[in-house]
Structure formats: C-alpha cells, structure tokens
C-alpha cells in the first residue's frame, strides 16, 4: 500500500520558468511533510518542510503548499535554475513515526 | 546538520555470499537508520540502530536477513545476509542530528549492490 504517491515520474521545465511537483498521500493522519533532493550518487538531502497545521511555507525560491481535504501537497520551484535538475521525493510522517517516502519525480531544467 | 560516510559505494557480489556496509558519521547521533531503494521504488526503512541495545526492525524485515551493530554513536553497520538477486537495492543510513528534528534525516550516498 503505497500511502505516499508521487504520479509523475519525470518532469521538464524551461530554465527560468516555474516547475511543480506534486505529491499525494492517503493517510489523514500524516501530521508533517517533507521534500528531499537527490543527486546523481549522492544520498537525498533536506529542502523544505511543512506542518499539517500549515497551507504554505516558502524558503527563497521553493514554496511548498499543503491541500489537507485533497490530500495532496505540491513542491513550486521559481525560477527554475539548472542546478535545480534532480529526483525529487516527498515524504510523510506521524507523530514520531518514520518516515513514508513517494517514489520520487525526476526534474530536468532544460536551458 | 552532520556528514556521513558510506562504505563501499557499489559492489557486486555472488548469490549466497553476504557484504556489510559500513556508515560513519562525523558527530554523535542518536538516532541512525538504514534505507533500502528497489529500483524505481521509493526509500524504505529497514530499521532504526539504536546505541547500546537491539535495532528495531520494521515489517518485512528480520535480523537473521539484515543484522545491525551499532557499537557507538557515530558508526553503524548493516550486513546484507545469504544474497540474493531481489537483494540487489541502493542501500542508505542516514542520521538525526541532536537538536534536528527527528524527520530531518541526513543521508550517506548510498551502497549501490548487484547481485548475480
């Protein structure tokens, strides 16, 4: 049972444009939600967070925005830099329970 | 935030064989955690080493398959046992830095393993 879901396996996106991705989940009692990137032969590293008691949080050019009732949170990137192509994965929590990640969306910033 | 040094970054092993990882980390946590990628999966846990008592397991798997030591708070190891071909995962620890919140994990690069 795949509770955390990310349907877009890949995504392309002009340099300089805004890129989205998205992630949905199904268990209401996720209180936490994160998005961690991945290079190529490096280990996913932390980028941003977001409270369930919370719709948005922004941190320079990555804003995340929680939809609780549609389940679905979404990951906006502006503008987009070449630097910004990786795997994305969103993940969720409860509690101190662990951490349930999506199966990533790979971005590619196209120059 | 803390670095974190996996080793070996690849391998290839033979079926039945068993290969440890090793996972060193340039501060002391408490927390320490093994992660399995199936190819085009998602991160799975594997297990949570905890300093100075048993890992805890989560469903799917067992010790017998996946033992862990963790002899002190900054290195870990897990043995991938009696491989075989399903085995063949990137294997990650990552970390949770004391004063970082517990689901703000750092991860090693990864044991990327081929088994044939």
Redesign the interface.
């Known amino acids: 049972d795949q509770q955390v879901k990310q349907n877009s396996p890949s995504l392309s996106v002009q340099e300089g444009r805004i890129s989205i991705l998205n992630c949905d989940y199904t268990n209401s009692m996720f209180d936490y939600f994160l998005w961690y990137k991945k290079y190529p032969a490096e280990g996913p590293t932390f980028l941003i967070s977001i409270s369930s008691i919370k719709d948005k949080n922004e941190d320079g050019r990555f804003t995340v925005f929680l939809n609780k009732s549609a389940k679905h949170l979404s990951l906006h990137i502006v503008p987009s830099q070449p630097g910004d192509s990786a795997v994305y994965f969103c993940a969720a929590v409860f509690g101190n329970e662990k951490l349930t990640f999506g199966t990533g969306t790979r971005l590619t910033i196209i120059p | 935030s803390a670095v974190?040094s996996?080793k070996p970054?690849r391998d290839i092993c033979q079926r039945g064989t068993s290969l440890t990882i090793q996972c060193q980390v340039d501060s002391q946590v408490t927390m320490m955690f093994w992660y399995r990628q199936q190819p085009?999966?998602?991160?799975?846990?594997i297990a949570?080493a905890n300093q100075g008592s048993e890992a805890t397991y989560?469903s799917g798997f067992v010790i017998d398959k996946f033992p862990i030591s963790r002899p002190n708070l900054t290195f870990s190891t897990l043995t991938v046992s009696n491989m075989s071909p399903e085995d063949s995962s990137i294997y990650?620890c990552?970390v949770a830095p004391l004063g970082v919140p517990?689901?703000?994990?750092?991860?090693?690069?990864?044991t990327r393993l081929s088994v044939l």
């Open positions: 974190i996996q970054s085009g999966q998602s991160l799975t846990l949570t989560e990650l990552s517990k689901n703000i994990q750092y991860f090693g690069a990864g």
